[in-house]
């Protein structure tokens, strides 16, 4: 299977930490998503967002700078045993965060559909959240 790499970089109007809890803790993740969320903040430990559409699990977690994980999206001609990679990494700059964004490994024919699906269903969200 043919595979391609997105890479975003975003600012955030809000310190690392906090967007890096956006991410990762339950009920913060599911008010920004409006979507039932599983999330665990261990290693190895398994997440389910968007009410299922995405599961997968934790391979990398540091505190308010780095996450990244394995994504498996609930979408038509994505295997069932395939997994993407997801790494976010954050960098406080002036009391802002930096966020640099990438998945890797996705399926050719997806990743300018998911590309857009950050944006709209992450990015924006996240930011309006922030501004509450």
Not at 21 to 32: G, Q, T
Not at 66 to 90: M, N, Y
Request: with cysteine.
């Amino acid at each position: 299977m043919k595979t391609k790499s997105i890479e975003q970089t975003l600012t955030f109007d809000a310190p690392p930490g906090e967007v890096y809890e956006l991410i990762m803790d339950e009920k913060k993740h599911s008010a920004f998503t409006g979507g039932e969320v599983t999330m665990s903040k261990q290693i190895d430990g398994k997440f389910d967002v968007f009410d299922g559409y995405c599961h997968g699990h934790n391979i990398e977690l540091k505190e308010g700078e780095k996450i990244v994980q394995a994504w498996h999206f609930r979408e038509e001609g994505w295997p069932d045993d395939h997994f993407s990679t997801c790494t976010f990494l954050f960098e406080e700059k002036d009391g802002k965060t930096s966020l640099r964004f990438s998945q890797t490994d996705i399926p050719e024919h997806k990743a300018e559909a998911l590309s857009k699906g950050w944006e709209e269903f992450y990015w924006e969200p996240m930011k309006a959240y922030l501004k509450k």
